[in-house]
């Protein structure tokens, strides 16, 4: 039996081979991991391989307590080779034809879209045309109802991204989550004129009819604008280990303060705590303080 409420990672998963070794991440599979632990009925969606990573895959999953809907394929688990450079900021070399770009849409899935509250999508796992129209159709699929959340965050990556694949998402989705620097790529990617980002970012959400802009500036903080209202916090002061996943743990616990009816700027402020202490450990998906947990209980 399905549960109600889900809260969906959609796209690639993948592992990270950083220089310490390889680790579980992919941005949905890392978004649902850090839903899951704020008490959400969080699900990782995705395609692996019929090969020994894609085995691995489900038994780093399991021991993680992360619930999953994988089709297993005849394509490879998909890995990305991670670089980080002196200020502990990944730089990406992402394989190609791998399983996350073949996601085929069946009617488990569309099940589990008529049940999903909140999901989390990206760019990345749009590159490909078969993912890209299972995303489409899973989104087009759930419930019409302003308590959706429908996030897309767009991490753009390399040249997997287009015009059409950006416009499209946004006129899916509700929420848009972006960076300081993707915010000035989709405004040249738009040709439009205007400079400043908060300009852009209250451009996205009028032309788009969005809910929330979340726009993260690293160590400059992050901001959350919506039509009437912004709210701004700094960044904490660290000690980086590496930064992968920490956005997708801002999103995650931001996704679990909403639905937990937390104010948007109490929300803002967990998220940037959350990731903050993402940041001070190695991979994706650290386990998170009970500290910063205590809201759901």
């Known amino acids: ?135 489409a159709k899973f989104l087009d699929t759930m419930p019409e109802d302003r308590e959706q959340l429908k996030i897309f965050d767009i991490n753009l990556r390399q040249e997997f991204y287009s015009e059409e694949v950006i416009d499209a998402s946004l006129r899916r989705c509700n929420v848009l989550k972006i960076n300081e620097e993707e915010i000035m790529q989709v405004k040249t990617l738009f040709e439009w004129e205007e400079t ?19 726009l993260t500036c690293g160590v400059n903080g992050s901001y959350v604008f919506m039509p009437r209202f912004t709210s701004f916090q700094p960044t904490p002061h660290v000690k980086v280990a590496d930064t992968v996943g920490a956005g997708d743990s801002f999103t995650g616990a931001f996704t679990a ?6 104010p948007i700027t109490e929300a803002h402020e967990l998220a940037v705590k959350v990731s903050a202490y993402v940041c001070t450990q190695q991979g994706a998906m650290p386990k998170i303080p009970e500290a910063l947990r205590k809201f759901a209980k």
């Open 1 to 135: 039996m399905i549960k109600d409420n889900l809260v969906i990672g959609l796209g690639e998963i993948l592992w990270d081979v950083l220089p310490e070794g390889k680790k579980l991440g992919g941005a949905p599979a890392n978004f649902a991991y850090h839903a899951s632990q704020f008490g959400l009925n969080a699900m990782a969606v995705s395609a692996i391989g019929q090969d020994p990573l894609g085995d691995e895959t489900l038994r780093a999953l399991e021991s993680k307590g992360l619930d999953y809907y994988i089709e297993r394929i005849e394509y490879p688990t998909g890995t990305v080779q991670v670089r980080l450079d002196a200020n502990g900021i990944p730089h990406y070399e992402i394989k190609e034809g791998v399983a996350w770009d073949n996601i085929p849409y069946t009617d488990s899935m569309k099940q589990l879209a008529q049940h999903c509250r909140a999901v989390c999508f990206g760019s990345l796992a749009q590159r490909n045309n078969i993912s890209r129209r299972t995303i």
């Open 196 to 214: 400043g980002f908060e300009t852009v970012c209250r451009k996205l959400l009028e032309r788009y009819g969005l809910k929330m802009v979340i």
């Open 257 to 262: 303060a909403i639905m937990n009816n937390l």
